[in-house]
C-alpha cells in the first residue's frame, strides 16, 4: 500500500503550464489516455480540452488531485515546488 500524505488542494490560478503538467501525471501514471480519464471521473474528450489549456471545475479538478496523489511524485509534477513550499502546501 502507497502511504498518502495530507495534502491542502491550492486556491487560485493552475499553473501556466497546466496542460504540460498533465500530460507528465499521465506518463508518470502509466496509463493510456483513456483509462487515465476514466481515473479521474470523466469522459477522454474532457481531458482533451485540458490539454488544449481549458481548466477542469469542480470534481474533475478533485479527481485529478485525488489521482495525482496516488502516483509517486504526482502532487510534484501537477503543482512543483513552489506549491509545496507554500504555506497552504506545508
Known amino acids: 500500500m502507497i502511504a498518502r500524505r495530507a495534502v491542502p488542494y491550492p ?4 499553473p501556466e503550464d497546466f496542460p504540460q503538467r498533465l500530460e507528465r501525471l499521465k506518463e508518470a501514471s502509466g496509463l493510456p489516455w ?3 480519464a476514466e481515473a479521474v471521473g470523466v469522459e477522454r474528450k474532457q481531458v482533451l480540452r485540458w490539454r488544449r489549456g481549458t481548466d477542469p471545475s469542480g470534481s474533475a479538478y478533485h479527481g485529478i488531485v485525488e489521482l495525482a496523489r496516488w502516483i509517486p511524485g504526482g502532487i510534484d509534477i501537477l503543482f512543483g515546488e513552489d506549491f509545496l513550499a507554500s504555506p497552504e502546501g506545508s
Open 11 to 14: 486556491s487560485g490560478e493552475l
Open 34 to 36: 483513456d483509462a487515465f
